[in-house]
């Protein structure tokens, strides 16, 4: 059959035509874009206009309905190693019976495979990412004791446990304290500096232009996407926030109606 | 009224108890017992997950549909308890999953009443078929809805060398041999699985396959279950002594391990509860499983009632006593002073007379208070006693500034919040107020905020910051300070100084406060040698001094002198 050329340098993450519909809605109309290596991209947006579904579907959380998403020009499948997640800190229980040590240890498992146990190797890495966290002496503190800024530092430290080239973490900054969110945005630069791509979502924009070095601008469809300073403008911004495309929200609600 | 008692026979120890564990009798009980263990740590161990998942309602559905499944095998010819039984319970445990998925997924049904719907229909044409079956079918419903324990140790045994083992048992031991191992190899597959269903999926696990597998073990533990417990009281097996453990510890490994030693108890007791009252085995023994619920509830050591309401109450007592010790203060009754009348005390802080007694006691115990001989009546402050008060004060006083100037309170807002949160406040976060307010003199109200008893360094050793004026100090060091103080201060310098900002400071050198500038935080201070310098908050909280005016003269804060007359 024909050999597709793969290009010599894929990009991290590059999205083609992606259409996400969410309980039978179109959220996300025909995405395009393709991020460039070691870079910390923003996606902002207003409430509903589908950023962290974006990231869940790059990461296979969420069926697309069309399009494809690679990952240094592979199926995110065969690349999974490659890419963390840092889901939202409310998605998960924290009531849940474990230490910080355990909630970290799971960023190796990827690694471990099946029926291996995670050993002094991943013991020690693990306490090597609390430490690059300020969580250090939290090791075996039971996660129904953090506060918010602590359990998102927890979750920080279980994404650099794992490792990954790419990131993608929705909504690091909600809800934490001010040396929380200094301490992460330091490590996101951290992270840069080794040459790793970081996508995350995002809904301040007071420190969007300071913390991103590009940003993609979403509102059910691709509004800009480019470096900071070429798009984080006043009429790309008024385009992004400047109330719902209404045709396209009411197209969305007539899909729905007649799928379900 | 109907006597009730009648109806429980007596108790008696070697009947009830003792002689079921005697030659004859031990094989039966040893049986029954083991049986009912097996059953109830099975379940449990896979409760566990249902409960940290909150799937307990699924557990339950999956118990009860498992029955459609017995009896479809038992029509098609299947033998009871074969394999043929296992693996159709498996799939219904599974189609009930799908089903439930499905219905909730397509329609306006949310998945609670999806999972009603489903299970009581699949249930309700499992009853039904066994009564049109009934005769070919060798299955009754009580039998299927309540199971026998007792029966379990009639049954053919199997035999393994010298040892003999009933057919049900024997099949639920490899079961729990089996789970346990399952469990024991996909650990932390369930449990990121469990914890977090996203970041399992993006490490390429598939939460909803291993969601199905973890349905299907259920389902085939329940099967094990049935004979013995019944469809009904599966139910409860599978959720109280998970629920049970989940009170009692927050590591998962421990969840297990309590909620097998809760599965052990209320099988023996049960066992023995329903010998003594003539009663199902099954019942008693969920009745024994579900008083260990009671009890872990009542009495877990962390989220216990008991134990919480003993943390309520001991923290109402502390307020007490602390508020006591405030209302002294403000009186004036210290030490030599003519001392308060204890039943105006109690009259104006609305203590009833115990209360008042026994934070008397309590506060005489620690040596906080000193007592008149007679009954009591009258009462003051000690020493001790009143640097606790003055530091509760402080807690109060610098709140209440904190809320006004940082939180932008009205004034006459503040005072009840401040007089709840005084008790609660730890001495790190007051010092940490005082210094970002610039370490007040006074309140909002200019009341005098007490000076901080906690020494910066070693015992006696204050923040410059920390002096008020008129206070006269020496300089013996310089705490967390910048390289180029430390740099000056060298044991080999026969001469020690700093300069900053043009600041000439000795150390070992005595100085007096004369002024304070509020807004920016300055103190002026007045050296031995008749030079004075401003010293900025920043250099102040850094410059370490040994204050010369014993603290016992000057630093009485009473805001009613008039109280002396008590």
Redesign the interface.
Known sequence: MSTTAVPPNPPPIEVHDLTVSYDKKPVLWNIDVSFPEGQIIGIIGPNGAGKSTLIKSIMGLMPAESGWVKVYGQPLARQRRLVGYVPQRESVDWDFPVTVRDVVLMGTYGKLGLFRRPGKAERELCDHCLMQVGMAAFADRQIANLSGGQRQRVFLARALAQDSRIYLMDEPFVGVDAATEAAIIELLRTLKRQNRTLLVVHHDLQTAPEYFDSMLMLNMRLVAFGPTQEVFTTPLLQKTYGGRLTILSEAAEQVAGTRR | MTDFTQFIPPFRLSEHVLELWQEPQLYDTSMTVLMGFLVSAVCGWIGCYLI?Q?MALLGDAISHTVLLGIVIVVLLGGSFGGPAMFCGAALTGLATTLLIEALHSTSRVKEDAATGIVFTSLFALGVVLIGIFAGRAHIDTSHVLFGNLLEVANGQPYRIGRWALPVPVAQMSLLAVLIAGLIG?????L??V???P??A????LRPRLIRYAMMAMLSVAVVGAFESVGAILVVAMLISPAATA?LL????S??FLYSTIASGLSSLFGFHLAYWLDVSPAGAMVTVSCSLFTIAFLFGPQQGIVAKSVRHWRLRLRTQQENLLRCLLEQGAVAESPAAQLHQLAVSLGLSRWSTALAVWRLRRRGWLLASQNQFQQVALSFAGRQEAERLERAHRLWETYLVEHVGLAVDHVHPTAEEIEHLLSDQLVEKVDDALGHPDTDPLGEPIPRSSIADWSPGVFSLSKLRIGDRARIVGLGDSPVELTGALRDSDPNPACEVVGLVLTLGQELKVTARNPQPAIWVVVLGDGHSRSIPHHLADRILVQRLTPPATDSVTTTSPSGASY
């Open positions: 940290l909150g190899a996909f650990y932390k597959e449990l990121v469990s914890f977090d996203q970041l999926a993006s490490l390429g989940y510890t927050r590591r998962l421990m969840m």
